[in-house]
């Protein structure tokens, strides 16, 4: 009877989802002309002009468009949400980089852009699974803070770090967010980091740029950058929501450059990856076969289920099971317009409880379920339209509790 009750809950209600058509409740930004509507941005490769290594656009309120200011396409991201849209970056860091290194992007943040959303994030450990309690996991980083002036972090360890003043550096940058366009860098060495705007070097302030210098030589000097595995453009560590934002020729150098806007400005040699989002650099986004990680409204982390995904006919909505650490199941449906995927309805709860039943929860990690479409006719005993075409696709989810 437990599983009866449940297989049709989370039939009728994702059969629901996938045969209605509901508007996105985030707006998407403005200001651009998307340049394939058909293209599927969500997975997307970005190949780097320079080098080997190529970045992949995820989440799914993203774009690529063509930006009059830049006279050029821009990777547009939509943020509104933890995982909303973000550019993930190869492993930047496999060569030791010992001497230093360098990123350079232009940028162009949005009037909406959340308090606290990473501009780049680099770290050992997966994105969304940092210390939120005590904000203590390694890291190297650049974010919005309360949107009054950027802020910088450099946190060495390998998870996470000694509570000292040679493993931890965060302080505020003389620059505050606006929505221009810019050039922005960071230059790091053994010896400390220098931040730039449209080539003006940004001074430091705040108790932890006194720690910058020693900051540096532990991530240096003890062998820690190497482990930088997780690498990202507009995205957090923490459950910040992602960075509203559009961005465009993102330089990475495996060495530190020189930055100078005066006639007589140093031209570094080649980047060891470039991203320019131009068409022909970009491979369309497939569907892909691993977990995803995100969150419930509430903040419960969720783990998805691929092999339950399913897609409206027509392809512009998906719906998405998750599962959280409680064996509590969950549905979400995205919709995509004009080439920009956005959330109509967030993770939410499956399952019923009533006065002497719980089928909400306790469920196994191994579903048994079914995706599968339909397309039929049938009559109608009167009205304009006698022949009604009812063509969906159906998700039905077989699952055992945990006795």
Request: net charge negative; hydrophobic share 35%; proline share 5%.
């Given at each position: 009877?437990?599983?009866?009750?449940?297989?049709?809950?989370?039939?009728?209600?994702?059969?629901?989802?996938?045969?209605?058509?509901?508007?996105?409740?985030?707006?998407?930004?403005?200001?651009?002309?998307?340049?394939?509507?058909?293209?599927?941005?969500?997975?997307?490769?970005?190949?780097?002009?320079?080098?080997?290594?190529?970045?992949?656009?995820?989440?799914?309120?993203?774009?690529?468009?063509?930006?009059?200011?830049?006279?050029?396409?821009?990777?547009?991201?939509?943020?509104?949400?933890?995982?909303?849209?973000?550019?993930?970056?190869?492993?930047?860091?496999?060569?030791?980089?010992?001497?230093?290194?360098?990123?350079?992007?232009?940028?162009?943040?949005?009037?909406?852009?959340?308090?606290?959303?990473?501009?780049?994030?680099?770290?050992?450990?997966?994105?969304?699974?940092?210390?939120?309690?005590?904000?203590?996991?390694?890291?190297?980083?650049?974010?919005?803070?309360?949107?009054?002036?950027?802020?910088?972090?450099?946190?060495?360890?390998?998870?996470?770090?000694?509570?000292?003043?040679?493993?931890?550096?965060?302080?505020?940058?003389?620059?505050?967010?606006?929505?221009?366009?810019?050039?922005?860098?960071?230059?790091?060495?053994p010896t400390g980091a220098s931040y730039y705007l449209?080539?003006?070097?940004?001074?430091?302030?705040?108790?932890?740029?006194?720690?910058?210098?020693?900051?540096?030589?532990?991530?240096?000097?003890?062998?820690?950058?190497?482990?930088?595995?997780?690498?990202?453009?507009?995205?957090?560590?923490?459950?910040?929501?992602?960075?509203?934002?559009?961005?465009?020729?993102?330089?990475?150098?495996?060495?530190?450059?020189?930055?100078?806007?005066?006639?007589?400005?140093?031209?570094?040699?080649?980047?060891?990856?470039?991203?320019?989002?131009?068409?022909?650099?970009?491979?369309?986004?497939?569907?892909?076969?691993?977990?995803?990680?995100?969150?419930?409204?509430?903040?419960?982390?969720?783990?998805?289920?691929?092999?339950?995904?399913?897609?409206?006919?027509?392809?512009?909505?998906?719906?998405?099971?998750?599962?959280?650490?409680?064996?509590?199941?969950?549905?979400?449906?995205?919709?995509?317009?004009?080439?920009?995927?956005?959330?109509?309805?967030?993770?939410?709860?499956?399952?019923?409880?009533?006065?002497?039943?719980?089928?909400?929860?306790?469920?196994?990690?191994?579903?048994?379920?079914?995706?599968?479409?339909?397309?039929?006719?049938?009559?109608?005993?009167?009205?304009?339209?006698?022949?009604?075409?009812?063509?969906?696709?159906?998700?039905?989810?077989?699952?055992?509790?945990?006795?």
């Amino acid at each position: 009877m437990r599983k009866g009750n449940l297989k049709k809950a989370c039939s009728f209600a994702l059969a629901l989802c996938l045969l209605t058509q509901m508007p996105p409740v985030i707006p998407g930004q403005s200001g651009g002309q998307i340049v394939q509507a058909a293209t599927v941005y969500n997975n997307a490769k970005v190949a780097s002009v320079t080098g080997e290594g190529d970045a992949v656009i995820r989440g799914g309120r993203e774009a690529v468009i063509y930006d009059s200011d830049r006279k050029s396409n821009v990777l547009s991201l939509g943020g509104g949400a933890f995982g909303s849209g973000w550019l993930q970056l190869p492993e930047l860091f496999k060569s030791g980089c010992k001497d230093g290194f360098a990123i350079k992007m232009r940028i162009k943040l949005d009037s909406s852009a959340a308090q606290y959303s990473r501009i780049f994030q680099f770290a050992p450990i997966a994105f969304g699974s940092g210390n939120s309690s005590s904000y203590s996991s390694a890291d190297i980083s650049m974010d919005l803070n309360n949107k009054t002036a950027f802020r910088a972090s450099i946190f060495a360890g390998k998870d996470g770090t000694e509570n000292d003043n040679k493993h931890r550096s965060i302080f505020t940058l003389s620059a505050a967010p606006d929505t221009d366009w810019h050039e922005l860098a960071a230059v790091y060495r053994p010896t400390g980091a220098s931040y730039y705007l449209d080539g003006e070097e940004l001074s430091k302030s705040g108790e932890g740029a006194d720690d910058l210098a020693a900051t540096c030589a532990s991530l240096f000097g003890e062998g820690l950058l190497s482990s930088y595995t997780y690498c990202g453009i507009g995205h957090s560590l923490y459950n910040d929501n992602d960075l509203r934002a559009k961005i465009d020729d993102v330089e990475f150098y495996a060495y530190p450059i020189t930055i100078s806007n005066g006639p007589d400005q140093l031209k570094p040699v080649e980047p060891t990856l470039y991203y320019t989002f131009e068409e022909d650099t970009i491979t369309e986004g497939e569907p892909s076969a691993d977990p995803e990680s995100g969150r419930a409204p509430d903040g419960t982390a969720l783990t998805s289920v691929p092999s339950l995904q399913a897609v409206s006919p027509d392809g512009t909505l998906t719906a998405k099971f998750w599962r959280d650490g409680n064996g509590r199941y969950y549905y979400s449906v995205n919709k995509m317009s004009e080439g920009i995927e956005s959330v109509v309805i967030q993770p939410s709860r499956l399952g019923l409880v009533t006065n002497t039943e719980d089928l909400s929860s306790g469920f196994g990690t191994d579903p048994a379920g079914t995706v599968k479409e339909y397309d039929e006719t049938y009559k109608m005993p009167y009205g304009k339209h006698m022949t009604i075409r009812n063509h969906y696709t159906e998700v039905t989810d077989r699952h055992a509790p945990c006795l």
